[in-house]
Each structure stands twice: as C-alpha cells, then as structure tokens.
C-alpha cells in the first residue's frame, strides 16, 4: 500500500516565499510521475508543475519563474518551492504521484491537499 503525505502549506504575504513537501511511503517499486495541482472552489483542478515519467519538468505559465519542482528520489518526495507568490495563488495544492507497487500494481495517489492563502 502506498501513502501521500503533504506538508508546508500556510498563510504568507503576496511577495512571498513557501514550499510544499509530499512524501510517498509504502510498497513502491518505482515512480512514474510526481507533481502539484490546484484547484479553487468552482474550477478544475490545474497542473502547477510535474515531473513527467522522463524525467522533465513542465509548468504551468502562470507559474513560470516564480515556482521550481524538485525531488528527492531517496525519500520519494517532491517539492513546490513557491516564489513571489500572488493572491491568485490562493487555493489548496495537491500532489500527485503515479507508480508501481512492489507487486506490481500501479497506483495514482493524490495528497490531501494543502491550503496555501496569499494575503495581499
């Protein structure tokens, strides 16, 4: 079994900085995808930024040079490093994490989510 487990979200200043953790534990073979979405009250859920099963990482344009994803293959966790950040910013993130079982089940896993409020 596999676990999403979301950290660092919480109130900051337009301006400022945040990051998000999501930690996956369990029984992982290995990990296809990992990445962050948002989704405000009313809208769809939107891609923030993914690491793809190659190894790249695509942003959303909103979110281009203000935002990085990273990694830590060790721990099997990704990060949001979350810069200059904006009232628009203001929802709850999710990660997203798509892989293998040791059993060789695949598993698509999202956290639970984490708000991010963005004072202005």
């Known amino acids: 079994q596999v676990q999403l487990v979301e950290s660092g979200g919480g109130l900051v200043q337009a301006g400022g900085s945040l990051r998000l953790s999501c930690a996956a534990s369990g029984t992982i073979r290995s990990i296809n995808t990992m990445g962050w979405y948002r989704q405000a009250p009313g809208k769809q859920r939107e891609l923030v930024a993914i690491?793809?099963?190659?190894?790249?990482?695509n942003y959303a344009d909103s979110v281009k040079g203000r935002f990085t994803i990273s990694r830590d293959n060790a721990k099997n966790t990704v990060y949001l490093q979350m810069n200059s950040l904006k009232p628009e910013d203001t929802t709850v993130y999710y990660c997203n994490v798509v892989g293998i079982t040791r059993s060789l089940s695949s598993f698509n896993l999202w956290g639970q989510g984490t708000q991010v409020p963005v004072s202005s």
């Open positions: 690491f793809t099963s190659g190894g790249n990482t």
